[in-house]
């Protein structure tokens, strides 16, 4: 365990539906993993066929990695408290020991903005796991100032599928209407 470590970043708010909200339950939440060795029991647990997809998993406000299994919800895997980032990873053995072979941002209950990276990154290098240099996989969010639908914006395509109008440049999925 590591003491003394400052974590900074920005905290999401979940943003998805109340109903899955509601899944919360007091004292749930995903495994916290601040070691290689906590990594290392929890992974052992899973069956094999667990380990061929990713993984659910948030960063939470106190920068510990949290992981679920992939069916998951983030805001369940999260206790429903807010994060520094949440999205899906997979892990692989690499030189004999555990790494990170896919990750990514892809949480529509929390939609965090691709600067949520450093938070993972701490993260999984506080558990000794290792990790690529950035997401292998990265989903852009943003909120239509218009129909305030949450858009995946892809290809630079910076247009509501919604209703057509133009969506902000900057990240701003949990703005107040």
Known sequence: MVIGVTVSGRLFSYVGP???AGLVRPG???QRVRSASEFGAWV???APQELAEPFTFVVDAAG????APRRSEHVVCAGGEAVLAAGEIRFGRESGRWAVVEVSNQ???Y???LGCWSAVADALDR?????PRGFTHEVVFRRCLSCREVNIVR??????VFCDDDLPGEWNVDEDS
């Open 18 to 20: 109340a109903d899955i």
């Open 28 to 30: 749930a939440g995903g």
């Open 44 to 46: 052992s647990a899973r």
């Open 64 to 67: 510990v990695l949290r992981l």
């Open 107 to 109: 949480s529509t209950g």
């Open 111 to 113: 939609c965090p903005d």
């Open 127 to 131: 558990a000794e796991l290792a990790r």
């Open 155 to 160: 290809e630079q395509d910076f247009v509501c």
